[in-house]
Structure formats: structure tokens, C-alpha cells
């Protein structure tokens, strides 16, 4: 692996005199201090914002998902491996901490506000203009819109562009059509479980992505970007890069365990609804050396530090059973080696999550967040797009004003309502929406 290559920054900067940090360290530092990474502290994760200060945001979840990361590097480069070849190529391959950090810390930048319930929204307001996906949007927050730069957003690495390019299809190859339901006259009355996006790319960040992958051998550029699941739904790619793969475990151990732990302290999942859910698991428990009614009364113990005991010993078994598998189709290494969970554990992670979603998730209550949520962008949009020059904040209508065509007019909106957190969003609503919310002197 040619290391210098995926050091190289789309737009060349000279480094600051006397600066002794490597690429990553400088694209970690560029993300801890960047606006939109500052805004996931007010942007839901699962649980709505505002009704208590304890649950997991958006920002306390990319934190946790970071330091799962870099505990799952740590473990594969202690990892026992029969071929010493392969041990020192993965040695050489697997990320530094410090770039690791910042691809966790950055996988869930794109998302916009009201969780799942603002990506249906944005994807049903742009759907005849290339669409939204919060992993695609991720990729136009780190290249164009956070301004380090001029036209090239924080200007980070290619390496940490390829671990963040989560699903590495564009949004015209993934999208079928057919999947799509009907949306109604009033919009926001659409069913979220029909308009979901497909995972991927923006259309607009293709140029971007070819610029990722332009030192790749063509076969692997061809099978890489090509690849793709028959749809359940949409398409969806069937490879992801080594980093892309660390941090898709990491956020898969984290929101499967953490939110769990956090339905438990507010109460949402019982003992009873474990005792439920687990009867026919046993077995999964059993090989993963957890004994499910001993597990089940520490987590709801009510001595709490029982149940974040348990927590931490469930992340550990899940960490430390992960493995580097082989891909034979690639040449280059960091397409060749992906993490994975072993079995059972992948069965016990999975397991819990379902709770979560069963229970959590899909429950009322946070529905009804969801679909306010998705009402609220959806009227944003319709207000904002039907009268831009009146109702645009200064600096987003001279973007607007500068993009071409109906397509990039309507994407600057999308970025505008994207970027907003919960909070802004709702007052933002109330302004132009209430008659008696909303004054001439609040900053918008």
C-alpha cells in the first residue's frame, strides 16, 4: 500500500510552519472544531432532545462509536495470525488511532434534524432533485460545506473520504423507483416506511468519489462501486473499505448496546420484555459464555453500576470477536481486509437490537417524534423553496443565488435545512408558522 496516496487532500495546502502532526491528527482536529460536529449535540439520536439531559445525542453517540473504534484497532493489531505475511501486512494497513477517531467521530455528520423521521422528509422534498441520504450528505459536509476552505469544505484526506464512504453507489444507481410509495398532496402525510432513501452517495459528490478512488488498480475501482445486492428495496453496494468496515461495526455495537442501556434507565425495556424476547435465544447467550437470566438480572438490576458492568462486558465479548477477513476479488489492501463479527456474537448483537427497535424504535412514542419531525422539514422546505429570496438567511441566498439550475437551487436548501439541529429547526418552524412565536430581533 502506497501510504502517501491516501495522505493527498483534494485541494493542495502547505502545512502551518513548525506543524509536527501527521495528515490524520490534522484531519481529527479540523472535525472536533468544525460547526457541524459542534451541532450533533442538539440532534436526536433515538430519544427526542429536550425531555431529559441523560440519554445518548447524536454527538455522545459518535464519541462512544469512536472510542469502540479505536478499541477494535487496538485489538486487531494485537490479533494471532498463522500467516506472518498477513500479519505484517495488516499491521502496516490498519489506521492510526487519530484516523480512526475522526472517521467515527464523522459518520454521522450528515444526519439532519428529527432523526430517521427529517432523512424521509429531505428525501420526499428532493426526490425530483438527486434526492438525500444523511451518509451522503456526510461526504458534501467534509468536502464543500464546512468552511476551512473556500470550495472544499474541510479538504480531509483521501484515506479518511474512503472510510467514510459508507455505501459507494450513487444515488441514481441505488434508487428503485418502484420501491417508492405514493406521496400525498400534503406531503408530510407520506409513509416514512416508503420513502426511505437508499443507502449512498449524493449524485452530486461523484466527482468527489471517482477523486477516492482514481488510485485504485480499475478492476477493483470497477467491482468496487459496481457491486450491489438485488433489492429488498433499493440497491445496496455489497463492499465496503477496511476503515469503512471498523466503523460500521463500532456504530452497530454502539447503538445496539448503548440505546439499550438507555431504554432500560427510562424505563422503555422491562425485565419482562427481556424474559420475552429472550426465551428462544438462550442458545446464542450460551455460546457467548452469558448466562441470560443472571445477564438480564444484573441489567435491570437496580443498583445501576451492576448494569453498566454488564453493558461494558458485552461490548468487550463483542470487540474481542472480531476478525479481519480476506476478499479475495481486490488487490488493493484496503479493500482486501474487512472486520467482521464472528458468529454467535454477530446472532447476540442483533438479538438486542431487535429489542431496541421492537420496543423503542417502532414504539409510539418515538414514532410520534418522528412524524412531527418529518412534518416540520417538510413545511420548512415548502415555505423556504416557494419564496427563497424572502425567506433565505442572507448568507444561504447568495449561495443560492449563485447555484445553476433547479437542481443545485433546491440542494442549497437541503443543505441549509440538513445542517439545522432539533432545536433550530422547531423555532425556525414556530417563526414562520405561529402568529405569536417569532420576532424580528431573533437571529436566523
Not at 42 to 62: C, I, N
Not at 72 to 95: A, F, H, M, N, Q
Amino acid at each position: 500500500m502506497n501510504q502517501s496516496i491516501w495522505e493527498e487532500r483534494c485541494l493542495k495546502q502547505k502545512k502551518k510552519d513548525n506543524d509536527v502532526r501527521n495528515e490524520w491528527e490534522r484531519d481529527y482536529a479540523r472535525l472536533i472544531h468544525s460547526a457541524a460536529f459542534r451541532r450533533l449535540q442538539a440532534k436526536t439520536q433515538v430519544l427526542g432532545l429536550g425531555e431529559s439531559d441523560f440519554y445518548r445525542t447524536r454527538l455522545t453517540h459518535s464519541m462512544e462509536v469512536a472510542q469502540i473504534g479505536v478499541g477494535i484497532v487496538r485489538w486487531l493489531r494485537e490479533g494471532i495470525y498463522t500467516d506472518k505475511s498477513d500479519e505484517e501486512t495488516i499491521k502496516e494497513i490498519l489506521p492510526r488511532s487519530s484516523l480512526i477517531n475522526a472517521i467515527c467521530l464523522a459518520h454521522d455528520l450528515g444526519h439532519p434534524p428529527f432523526g430517521h423521521g427529517g432523512e424521509v422528509a429531505l428525501n420526499i422534498c428532493m426526490r425530483n432533485y438527486g434526492g438525500f441520504e444523511g451518509n451522503g450528505q456526510t461526504l458534501r459536509i467534509l468536502s464543500k460545506l464546512e468552511k476551512y476552505t473556500e470550495n472544499n469544505g474541510m479538504n480531509p484526506t483521501r484515506r479518511l473520504l474512503l472510510g467514510v464512504l459508507k455505501y459507494p453507489v450513487s444515488y441514481t444507481d441505488a434508487c428503485n423507483k418502484a420501491f417508492y410509495g405514493k406521496v400525498p398532496v400534503t406531503k408530510w402525510l407520506a409513509k416514512a416506511n416508503e420513502q426511505k432513501p437508499p443507502k449512498c452517495y449524493l449524485d452530486t459528490e461523484k466527482e468527489l468519489v471517482d477523486w477516492i478512488l482514481e488510485k485504485l488498480p480499475s478492476s477493483d475501482r470497477e467491482l468496487f462501486v459496481n457491486s450491489k445486492a438485488a433489492p429488498k428495496k433499493h440497491f445496496k453496494p455489497l463492499f465496503h473499505s477496511l476503515d469503512a468496515s471498523i466503523m460500521e461495526l463500532a456504530d452497530d455495537i454502539s447503538y445496539s448496546l448503548h440505546d439499550f442501556e438507555d431504554a432500560i434507565s427510562l424505563g422503555l425495556i422491562t425485565l419482562k420484555e427481556w424474559n420475552e424476547y429472550g426465551l428462544d435465544k438462550e442458545e446464542i447467550f450460551s455460546k457467548c459464555n452469558e448466562d441470560i437470566n443472571q445477564l438480564g438480572n444484573e441489567l435491570f438490576s437496580e443498583n445501576t453500576y451492576k448494569r453498566k458492568s454488564a453493558i461494558g462486558r458485552l461490548v468487550h465479548r463483542l470487540i474481542t470477536n472480531i476478525y479481519l477477513k480476506e476478499k479475495s476479488e481486490f488487490d488493493e489492501p484496503l479493500l482486501k481486509w474487512n472486520a467482521e463479527l464472528s458468529q454467535p456474537y454477530a446472532e447476540l448483537r442483533e438479538h438486542i437490537f431487535k429489542i431496541v427497535y421492537k420496543e423503542v424504535i417502532k414504539s409510539p412514542n418515538v414514532q410520534l417524534l418522528e412524524f412531527k419531525g418529518q412534518k416540520i422539514v417538510i413545511e420548512l422546505f415548502e415555505a423556504l423553496s416557494s419564496d427563497p429570496d424572502r425567506l433565505l438567511p442572507k448568507s444561504k441566498l447568495e449561495n443560492y443565488s449563485q447555484a445553476q439550475g433547479e437542481n443545485e437551487k433546491m440542494r442549497v436548501i437541503c443543505d441549509y435545512i440538513a445542517g439545522m439541529t432539533d432545536e433550530y429547526a422547531t423555532r425556525l418552524y414556530e417563526k414562520i408558522y405561529s402568529p405569536h412565536k417569532g420576532s424580528i430581533f431573533d437571529h436566523i
